[in-house]
T-cell receptor
């Protein structure tokens, strides 16, 4: 049973436009959410996170939005750059629980020049 | 910065061999994890450890074992390698909890022939 779902395996956008990556979760105990970015032949690296007490967190070109009632979060990248081409993983955790991150299957973003 | 080092970037092993994948972290993290990444399947947790000599099974432990004799080192063992264990293996570590989640190593691409 997938608790964290990234329903789009891939996304292609033009350089300079907005990229929106989506993530849904089913476990209402999750209270902290993270996005990781992964290039081929490298390990995932932390990108941005959000606590369930917030609905938005921004870091430069990257913004994560959280809609708790819909159990949905999204990562916005504006403007998109070719160097953003990577696989993006959404992850969730219940901080009072096992402390283990639960990952989605990832979305491969391609930003075309 | 925390560094998680995986001993090999690429490995080729024969079916039936016993394979050791080594991971070392340098920041005194309590938790260490082994994942495998496969296309379309995302990151799947094999084993994790929250203390020396402690280990717990993840989602796909079959065919694998682990060893954590020292806090900084977490080894993944393929008892008898099979072709379906060809994959990218990722080690990660974390403090008991941080807002940045896990730090990943660069990965080991294992091919079993």
């Amino acid at each position: 049973d997938q608790q964290v779902k990234q329903n789009s395996p891939s996304l292609s956008v033009q350089e300079g436009r907005i990229s929106i990556l989506n993530c849904d979760y089913t476990n209402s105990m999750f209270d902290y959410f993270l996005w990781y970015k992964k290039y081929p032949a490298e390990g995932p690296t932390f990108l941005i996170s959000i606590s369930s007490i917030k609905d938005k967190n921004e870091d430069g070109r990257f913004t994560v939005f959280l809609n708790k009632s819909a159990k949905h979060l999204s990562l916005h990248i504006v403007p998109s750059q070719p160097g953003d081409s990577a696989v993006y993983f959404c992850a969730a955790v219940s901080q009072g629980g096992s402390e283990k991150l639960v990952f989605g299957k990832g979305t491969k973003l391609t930003v075309n020049p | 910065d925390v560094k998680v080092t995986q001993s090999s970037r690429y490995l080729v092993k024969r079916t039936g061999e016993k394979v050791f994948l080594e991971c070392v972290q340098d920041m005194d993290h309590e938790n260490m994890f082994w994942y495998r990444q496969d296309p379309g399947l995302g990151l799947r947790l094999i084993y994790f450890s929250y203390d020396v000599k402690m280990k717990e099974k993840g989602d796909i432990p079959e065919g694998y074992s682990v060893s954590r004799e020292k806090k900084e080192r977490f080894s993944l063992i393929l008892e008898s390698a099979s072709t379906n264990q060809t994959s990218m293996y990722l080690c990660a570590s974390s403090l008991f909890w941080t807002t940045r989640g896990y730090t990943f190593g660069s990965g080991t691409r294992l091919t079993v022939v």
